[in-house]
């Protein structure tokens, strides 16, 4: 059976707390052998679910987001999953953005959800116990 690592990190629903969500997410990481651009790719999904948490979850007033990180080694993968107790809303059911329009012609909105989903091999939401939940997964292959 392989052996997982899970970490665990709690911090306010603030975009000011986006930089210690990274360095969390880089020092789970660390003693990986992923490959730098695909921890490029997870940083770009893991900023994108975070500072939409951080602007829209809890309107006005203060919440807080519970991020657990999976490591499995041996499997090469990582699991990272978003949990607040804000406005429920799934980011999955927004219809994709024409990404063949020009940005002129696009509605704002949506291309961030986008790129998560073209970043990670799987995403998921689902709203569980008064919390939004939304879990991606990647598999990446060693850089050597």
């Known amino acids: 059976m ?4 899970v970490f ?4 306010n629903a603030d975009v000011n707390e986006l930089q210690g969500v990274l360095d ?12 730098p651009k695909t921890m490029m790719h997870i940083n ?5 679910i975070f500072i939409n948490i951080a602007n829209y979850a809890y309107s ?8 657990e990180v999976e490591i499995a080694n041996e499997t090469k993968t990582i699991i ?4 607040d107790s804000g406005i ?8 994709e953005p024409d990404v063949t329009l020009s940005a002129k012609e696009r509605q704002i909105g949506g291309l961030g ?19 939004n939940v939304f879990t991606m997964k990647k598999i990446y292959k060693t850089a050597f």
């Open 80 to 83: 990272i999953t978003f949990i």
């Open 60 to 67: 006005d007033k203060m919440g807080e987001v519970f991020i």
């Open 113 to 131: 959800i986008f790129m998560t989903k073209k970043f990670m091999d799987e995403v998921s939401y689902e709203y569980r116990d008064n919390q």
């Open 8 to 11: 665990r990190f709690r911090t």
């Open 44 to 48: 770009v999904a893991v900023e994108e």
């Open 24 to 35: 969390f997410v880089n020092e789970c990481m660390q003693n990986t052998d992923c490959p």
């Open 88 to 95: 429920k809303f799934n980011p999955l059911a927004k219809p």
């Open 2 to 5: 392989e052996e997982k690592k």
